[in-house]
């Protein structure tokens, strides 16, 4: 990928998802009061205790300047050095919220987060779904029923039996919650099997194996 204000659009016809780029939550920085003015520091990525990743960072009073180096594929390694603009709005209850804006070229939204590549941009402009847009209705309809599952306590899992009531729940809480996900497992049921074309009662011997 090229630099910042390179001439091509940040648009790419992919199915990847915000989970799989890195990324900067100004959010994150402002609760940890790295937002200050002069204020220099690395930021990295770790996975399993390792870092993998990292970037130099820099606050200026209405921008912060990026460091780092980044390589696609056999590609040679790249350095970007560039800035990334920051607005402040106003909060109802005083304070204020810093906001990203995005580098890409065309681009300028006001955004909380920024995602990897040969720069960091926004979500809009690397065309990056969240992962619950990739879900097919039948999936969202089984997370839905696992929520539930997690706050009643049950055993993970929409072809698992149901639990008990939780200990200092109200009744009418609980045959609300049960209510609830019985139809999403009704649902997610049904949508399985009409993409498997099964029976509905068939999907327990599919997973069961």
Not at 44 to 53: F, K, L, V
Not at 63 to 86: F, Q
Not at 163 to 189: F, I, N
Request: charged letters at 35%; glycine letters at 8%; one cysteine or more.
């Amino acid at each position: 990928m090229g630099g910042t204000g390179s001439g091509r659009k940040w648009y790419f016809d992919s199915k990847e998802t915000t989970d799989d780029y890195r990324r900067l939550d100004i959010r994150r920085w402002q609760r940890d009061c790295l937002l200050e003015a002069s204020k220099a520091f690395s930021w990295q990525w770790s996975r399993n205790g390792e870092t993998i990743a990292s970037i130099n960072v820099i606050m200026e009073r209405d921008r912060v300047i990026l460091t780092y180096r980044h390589k696609r594929g056999d590609e040679e390694w790249k350095d970007e050095c560039y800035p990334v603009r920051i607005e402040r709005t106003p909060c109802h209850y005083g304070g204020s919220r810093a906001w990203f804006i995005c580098p890409a070229r065309e681009c300028s939204r006001r955004v909380a987060i920024l995602y990897s590549g040969g720069i960091f941009a926004c979500r809009h402009c690397y065309r990056l779904a969240y992962p619950s847009q990739r879900e097919n209705p039948y999936d969202l309809d089984a997370r839905r029923a696992d929520k539930i599952r997690n706050r009643l306590n049950w055993e993970p899992g929409i072809l698992n039996s149901s639990g008990e009531k939780p200990k200092g729940m109200h009744w009418r809480t609980y045959k609300k919650l049960v209510r609830e996900h019985d139809a999403s497992v009704e649902k997610s049921l049904a949508g399985m099997a009409k993409r498997l074309g099964i029976l509905k009662s068939a999907l327990y011997d599919v997973f069961d194996g």
